[in-house]
């Protein structure tokens, strides 16, 4: 999802018999649901674990802003060029909340950055995918965001306090880039010809880019059962697309517009909908850096923070120096 | 690191009448700028009508390993609630 492949902190599952007192009392809270606070003892590994996709969690927002940002001048009316604006500010707001959470955990903001920028931390592969046209600004709020709600929700339950509360505020946000995705792809969908041709090709291209983010299938996934136990992870990647498909098949019929994939077709016995895998190596050669704008958006990032060095130096130097005089006047 | 802004943490009351509640924290330069971020990170939507910043050294808390001595020994004195005292009905309201 926004957190992908995030590899556990541990060597499989910790056994109860092999805890210390102090680890039997932290997974017997977890086991209650009372949630994990900054100061209270956690075992390393969980500490590790949360830093890794709290940290990545946090740059797939500061990140996904650039595929939105390349619209803002270019949105068609002005009204929705004030909601994309909106919209992207609240990424920016997202990465924030989640940094902060991280820290809680003694990983500094700038530490996380740097990891970013070196290219030792990641993002969410589906940001490593262009935005060409309109269409696809509203199938990215709705698709990507829909997605991501998914995935959120279910983390606002999650053992962490701080990024569990971080979870609840940007769900009710994340909300409003859903709707608004929608709502454009509703109005292109629903507009002349040529514009449901170009809404349809945006579902088209989106589509398995979007069921990736929950990442790899249960049964690739060898790391997530630790997390799964400290609750760092709250639902499988397999059911979370699921769930994902499910709502989301509905809203495409809505539309007007084909699906995207030939085989999805509801399945009573199970009370869902099947569907076809995405192609799993284009994921993990996307994941490896070879996606079509990995190179674009690690440059944009890393401009972005060098060309904001002199701002935030200089900031801080005057903040220090008023700090000076003022003692000095004292 | 050591170029790294301050961390604040910010308070905000959500209305008249009540209280500042703690939202979350940033980073900033000085207060000035920290009350300028908490308005564009925590005010978006109508959540405030006022904000208060501190920068996190200036904080002192409890720790979680206190937690018992300090706040158990209350969980005892159920006489300090209203409800522990029965009053006759014919007293009427109390």
Same mark, same amino acid.
Request: proline share 5%; net charge neutral.
């Given at each position: ?12 599952? *910790?056994?109860?018999? &092999? ?12 086991? &209650? ?44 009316? %002005? ?10 500010? &609240? ?24 990891? %970013? ?88 291209? %989106?589509?398995y880019?979007?069921i990736m983010?929950?990442?790899p299938n ?12 400290? *609750? ?6 397999d059911?979370?697309r ?19 994939d030939?085989n ?11 569907f076809s895998d995405p192609d799993w190596?284009?994921f ?7 996606? +079509? ?13 060098? &060309? ?23 | ?75 005892? *004195?159920?006489?300090?609630? +209203? ?12």
């Amino acid at each position: 999802m926004y957190a992908q492949m995030i590899k556990t902190a541990s060597t499989g599952i *910790k056994l109860r018999a &092999d805890m210390s007192d102090q680890e039997r009392a932290f997974q017997d809270k977890i086991d &209650d649901n009372i949630k994990i606070e900054p100061r209270d003892w956690m075992p390393e590994d969980y500490r590790a674990t949360l830093i890794r996709q709290i940290g990545q969690h946090a740059h797939s927002e500061v990140v996904g802003q650039l595929p939105e940002g390349n619209w803002i001048t270019r949105a068609p009316t %002005l009204e929705r060029k004030m909601i994309l604006l909106a919209k992207v500010q &609240d990424e920016a707001g997202h990465g924030l909340y989640l940094y902060s959470a991280a820290e809680t955990l003694g990983e500094s903001r700038d530490e996380l950055m740097r990891l %970013l920028h070196e290219g030792r931390m990641k993002y969410s592969s589906i940001f490593n995918y262009p935005t060409l046209n309109w269409a696809d600004i509203g199938a990215v709020g709705w698709l990507v965001d829909g997605a991501a709600i998914v995935n959120q929700v279910a983390l606002q339950r999650t053992s962490y306090g701080p990024y569990s509360r971080a979870m609840i505020r940007i769900c009710k946000e994340e909300s409003f880039h859903a709707r608004q995705g929608f709502h454009a792809i509703m109005k292109m969908a629903f507009g002349t010809r040529e514009q449901k041709r170009q809404a349809q090709d945006a579902v088209n291209r %989106l589509w398995y880019p979007s069921i990736m983010m929950f990442g790899p299938n249960d049964s690739e996934s060898t790391h997530s059962e630790q997390s799964m136990a400290w *609750k760092i992870k709250v639902k499988s990647n397999d059911e979370l697309r699921q769930q994902f498909v499910d709502q989301t098949v509905p809203q495409i019929e809505y539309l007007g517009l084909e699906l995207p994939d030939p085989n999805i077709q509801w399945n009573a016995e199970k009370g869902h909908y099947n569907f076809s895998d995405p192609d799993w190596s284009e994921f993990f050669d996307v994941i490896k850096g070879n996606g +079509p704008c990995n190179t674009d958006r690690l440059n944009d990032r890393v401009k972005a923070w060098e &060309d904001g060095q002199w701002v935030r130096d200089g900031l801080l130097a005057h903040a220090r120096k008023k700090d000076a005089r003022k003692v000095a006047a004292e | 690191m050591k170029n790294e802004w301050p961390l604040w943490e910010v308070f905000i009351r959500g209305q008249h009448g009540m209280s500042h509640r703690h939202v979350g924290s940033l980073h900033a330069p000085d207060a000035e700028t920290a009350v300028k971020n908490a308005r564009d990170v925590y005010t978006r939507r109508n959540e405030g009508v006022s904000i208060w910043v501190v920068e996190a050294k200036h904080i002192s808390a409890t720790a979680p390993g206190d937690k018992g001595p300090l706040f158990e020994p209350s969980e005892s *004195k159920v006489y300090r609630h +209203p409800t522990f005292f029965k009053i006759p009905g014919e007293v009427g309201h109390m």
